[in-house]
Each structure stands twice: as C-alpha cells, then as structure tokens.
C-alpha cells in the first residue's frame, strides 16, 4: 500500500517539494514514535501499578513487584533482535516500509493486552501470555526508534538536522505523558476496583485507534534522499549486522553503547521505577504522582527542541556529555528531594531532573549516533547502539534500583551510586567517540 504525495502547484518554487517532504518526515517521525512509546510504556505503567496485582496475584508486594518488572525487562532483551533483523531491513529496503510494519507489530500486541485474560481467569497462562506480547512489543520497538531518526535527520538539510533529530525524541515524551495521562484519568473516573477489574484495559485498546492513524501518515513520508542515493549507487551493505561488529567500526559501536548506559538508566529511574519508589516506598497517593510524571514528560517534550537547536550550534557530543554530567550531579540531591516526604519536594525533583535536564541531553542523541555510522549500515548501527545497550541500561535499570534499595535497608543512596556511575562511564565514552559532521549525513 502507497500513498502517493501531493501534486506540486504550478508555478510552485522549486524548493518547496523539499521542504513539504521535510515537514512530512518529521510529523511521521513524531507521530509514529510517540504511538509506539505510548504502546511501550503502557506496559511500563502497568506494571507499576497493575500487572503485580493482576498477573501475580499469589506473591508478596515485594516479589509481585519484581516479577512485574522482570517482565518489563524482557522487552529490552528482545529489542536488540528486532534491532538486528529490522535494522537489516531498512539498510536494504528503506526506511519507510521497516517502519510501518513495527508500527503494525507492536499496535497488535498492545491491543491484546487489553483483553489478555488475568491469573484470577485462566492460572498460570496469563502470565506466559503476558510475556509474549511483552516480547513482541521489545521485537516491535527494536526496529523503530533508528528509523524514526534516520526518517528526520536524513530528510532535513544540514544547518536543521540537530533540530530534526530532536524531533522522534519528542515522542518518547509525549507517549509517556499520553500513557501516564490516561492512566491517571481512568483511575481518577473510576473506583479502585473496576480500575483493576477493567478500567487498565482501555488504555491498551486505544492503541488500536492510534496505530490506525500513525501507519496512515507514516506511509505518507517519502524515502530519505541518503537511502535512495545508496541504493541508486548499488551500495547497500550485504550484512550490515557484520559490519558494525568488525573493525574499525566495532570501537565506534562499542563506544556508542557505553555512552548510552547513562541515558538508559536515567529514562527508566525517572520514567518508571520513580512511580513504584513513589507509591510502595514513599506512600504517595497514584493519580499526584502520575500527575508528576505527565507534566515532567510534557515539560521535556517542550524543552527538547531547545536541545536538537543547540545541537545544530555546539554539536551532538558537547550538548550529549555536558547534560549526562549534569543528570549525574542531580541524582543524589533528587533523591534526597525524593526522601524529604514532601510531595511538593518530590515535584520539584522531578521536573528539574526529568523535564529539564534529560531533556538536554535526550533532545541531541538520535543526531549523535545517527553521525557515527555510513548511510549503508546506520539504520542497522543505530538500532543496536540503542536497542542493545537497552538491556543492560535500561531493562534491568527497575530491577537493580529496587534489589539496591531493599539490600541498603529501603534507603536509596545504593541505587544513587549505582546511577552516578552509569553516568560517568556514559561521559568517558561520549568524550571518545569520533562522529561524523553533520553535512555528512
């Protein structure tokens, strides 16, 4: 299925074709990521709040709580291998098509959750279930995140293309808040129990409206010009999954995986684990703290832009490594924010940390990984920078926070260091990477 672009007018100026195909990536670019995080961090959502109680009823608060987890981990496992397989894909049949079909891919498995049968229905199936749809999400999403930048970056012109990076990152915000934001409406107009009874399940099966609408303006986007010149050239890489883990390119790849363990660890601190810490450690009520969540997420939608501009005038690696040495110094005073009781406090950690300063550094990424690989393997490098380095920097990222602080007597400084620490390894190998200028893309 094609949809072909819109006539040009006669008479039109000649660089306006370019220009509506640009304005066309970036809206598909954004509307396609902000549908796929919204899927994606559903289940995030859920299983701080629902999925332990649903799914794994017959265990301890504690051990419902790290079983949830543990199956929101096992996305980020199989991210690298949708990662592998759709990277393969867009580096040899584009851009475009790779992106409808994850878009398709985890739209399906999302709405099944919603009418997934719960461990009260159907015994021990439910949670097997669960964890298959959870593992097609992962495969759906390893595929989307590179191609959603390359779509941006490689369809604007040199002087915009930090701006034009920042843009799919927007939609990691945005469907975040999005999930949040309806999570906290159907618990705010519904009683606890028809909220854990049937209430959670409309939230998965909007997503079928969504990805409707998103596979709809993402076919509308042109190739990018990058990708049409390698392939017009006969360039494309036979096995790119090769190239990237033989030298010289496997130090980049191995760089740009470390350089991200920062970021990861910082989005799913905030983003997820912060929810739990929020409700089961620290006692506040679900719906103010997902209210928190949404507005900190819309705060960095906003901000992020700033970030894609400043990219454009500083580069990729200033803007990338200032701000994870800015996320490192805030963790411990934002826990100490966290652990005052105030929900006031808890606020004010939670935008500066999460609003404000992961949008510094999240907003220059995608242009920053995106300069470090040739047009003929960086669909398939973005994707396991990114998708790879996601098992251990952000998957497991709940799971180590919460085992931390039950092993630091339900205090938070372990899990503090173990955060700092990502950090700094993140900063050393964002200083060693060598990208490319951005003319080059």
Known sequence: MTI??????????????DERRVRTALLSSLVGTTIEWYDFFLYATAASLVFNHAFFPDQSSFVGTMLSFATFAVGFVVRPIGGFVFGHIGDRIGRKRTLALTMLLMGGATALMGVLPTAAQIGVLAPILLLLLRMAQGFALGGEWAGAVLLAVEHSPARRRGFSGSVPQIGLALGLALGTGVFALLQVALPDEAFLSYGWRIAFLVSVVLVIFGVVVRLKAAETPAFEKVRADDQRSAVPVKE???PPVLKTTVLGMLSRWGEGAAFNTWGV?????????????????????????LLMAVLLPVSGMLVDRFGAKVVYGTGIAAYAAAV?????????????AYTVGMIVVFGVIHAWFYGAQGTLYASLFPTRIRYTG????????????????PLILTALI?????TPWLACGYLVATALISVIATLLLRPRALAEL
């Open 4 to 17: 072909a672009e819109p006539p040009i007018a006669p008479g039109a100026d000649a660089a306006e074709p």
């Open 244 to 246: 990237i883990f033989r």
């Open 273 to 297: 684990f912060a929810i739990s810490y929020a409700t089961a450690t620290l006692h506040f009520e679900k719906v103010p703290v997902l209210i928190v969540v949404t507005v900190s997420a």
């Open 332 to 344: 411990f005073p934002v826990f100490a924010l966290f652990d005052t009781g105030s929900m006031v």
């Open 382 to 397: 973005l994707s396991t920078v990114y998708q790879l380095s996601g098992v251990y920097a952000s998957g497991l990222t």
């Open 406 to 410: 039950a092993a630091g007597g339900n």
